[in-house]
């Protein structure tokens, strides 16, 4: 699987942006798709998660109820949508995709074996 993510950008705080990640392969709808970040000095984050049949998602606390995850299985694509962006959003977004285990499971790095490329976000105040 062969993951490339976009829609990265600069955006004024409380903007929005929608990333998109595009898998090439096959089973994409069997995988589990995660988005995660790393901001400059500091560790990758787990960001969002969704389950293979899109049914399921999980969200870091910092960002419930700003940022929605979902996919479309017939386009082999999932999306990150973010609103109300904050200065501290910014970071290389990364997707991911996985098997799937459990929900709780969605926000473990290791559950993940193929990797996007990354696409950068920068949020300004």
């Known amino acids: 699987v062969q993951l490339q993510a976009s829609g990265g950008g600069l955006v004024q705080a409380g903007g929005s942006l929608r990333l998109s990640c595009a898998a090439s392969?096959?089973?994409?709808?069997?995988?589990?798709m995660g988005w995660f970040r790393q901001a400059p000095g500091k560790e990758r984050e787990f960001v969002a998660a969704i389950n293979p049949g899109g049914g399921s998602a999980i969200f870091v606390d910092s960002v419930k109820g700003r940022f929605t995850i979902s996919r479309d299985n017939a386009k082999n694509t999932v999306y990150l949508q973010m609103n109300s962006l904050k200065p501290e959003d910014t970071a290389v977004y990364y997707c991911a995709a996985g098997r799937y285990y459990s929900d709780y499971a969605l926000a473990k790095q290791q559950v993940y074996d193929y990797w996007g490329q990354g696409t950068q976000v920068t949020v300004s105040s």
């Open positions: 392969g096959r089973a994409f709808s069997s995988y589990a």
